[in-house]
Each structure stands twice: as structure tokens, then as C-alpha cells.
């Protein structure tokens, strides 16, 4: 994945984080963990957090991405220990962007679930 591709999906991901309104010190910490993971900069990931007002929602080009970015979002909105409506309706509005159905996300939620527990 570029390095360009990479920021999009990032800044994706700090979207989902903010759907509730705060960034909590659990997602901070995925954020700075998926951060590390792409070769994202901390003092990157802290600017574009700072500045997370100003992102757009990028749509991913390609499948894989689009399955990657959906599974990141899940992950990351659940890493408190719950989902918000906030952050579900993000899910949806996303997750129907990228071409999936409602049925299609609730099972990839589920699916989710269902590995952590």
C-alpha cells in the first residue's frame, strides 16, 4: 500500500475513533498500534489527530481495501468494550459506501464478536 493510501486509511480510521465525540485512551492506543504497524510516525499520527476536523472520508479503489478498512473500523470502534451509536451509524454509512449491504456489516460485527468472545 502507498504511503499516500496509507495516510487516507489512517485518517479513515481516526474518523471512526471520533464518531462518539472523544478520542478514549483505548483507541489512542490502537490508533498508535496500527500507526506503528503502517509506518506512521507518532508525531504524524498526533498532527492528524489534531487536525482530524478537517478529514474527508476516502472511499478505498480496490476490494481488498475496502474488506480492510470495513474490518480496521469494526476493531477500532469496538476496542472500549462497546460500540456507540455514533460509531455504528459511521460503520453503516461507510460500510455503504464501500458497497456492502447492512446484513453484510451486522455479520462482519457479529463475526467480530464472535472472535473476541
Do not use: C, W
Request: negative net charge; proline residues 2%.
Amino acid at each position: 500500500m502507498s504511503d499516500q493510501i496509507q495516510l487516507e486509511h489512517f485518517s479513515n480510521l481516526i474518523s471512526i475513533a471520533l464518531a462518539d465525540g472523544i478520542v478514549k485512551e483505548s483507541e489512542r492506543i490502537a490508533l498508535s498500534k496500527i500507526a506503528f504497524d503502517n509506518g506512521i510516525h507518532f508525531d504524524k499520527m498526533n498532527d492528524m489527530l489534531a487536525s482530524s476536523e478537517e478529514f474527508t472520508y476516502i472511499i478505498p479503489q480496490n476490494e481488498k481495501d475496502r474488506n480492510k478498512q470495513l474490518t480496521d473500523m469494526i476493531k477500532l470502534s469496538m476496542i472500549d468494550g462497546e460500540l456507540a451509536k455514533a460509531e455504528l451509524e459511521l460503520i453503516l454509512s461507510v460500510g455503504s459506501k464501500l458497497h456492502f449491504t447492512p446484513d453484510e456489516i451486522k455479520a462482519k460485527i457479529k463475526n467480530h464478536l464472535d472472535e473476541l468472545y
